[in-house]
């Protein structure tokens, strides 16, 4: 997949045809080249590898993030609910006292 997307036969076809590669040390040149290139790509593809991991941690936080505010906004309703209710409470025992 990363040597698609980074287009390897090109790069060596033109690095093959460079004037660096028609000494007589050519087969040595031409294993360091595929050497570096290899470790290039490896480099690349583990980057991505890097950037989609971070990616799918930020969205997982972002999920835990929003699952804890949707928590906290029920609790918040619950309390609300709760108050209002003891509210109601309080003026019922008002008025049950002042009765007397």
Do not use: H, Y
Not at 13 to 25: N, P, Q
């Amino acid at each position: 997949m990363c040597v698609r997307i980074f287009g390897l036969p090109s790069i060596l076809t033109l690095a093959f045809k460079s004037d660096i590669l028609r000494s007589s040390k050519r087969s040595d040149m031409r294993s360091t080249l595929e050497s570096f290139i290899r470790s290039i790509l490896g480099s690349f593809c583990l980057s991505r590898s890097i950037m989609r991991s971070t990616r799918e941690s930020f969205n997982l936080s972002r999920s835990v993030i929003r699952s804890i505010l949707e928590s906290f906004n029920r609790l918040w309703s619950q309390i609300r609910s709760i108050r209002e209710s003891f509210k109601r409470s309080l003026s019922l025992m008002r008025s049950i006292l002042a009765s007397f």
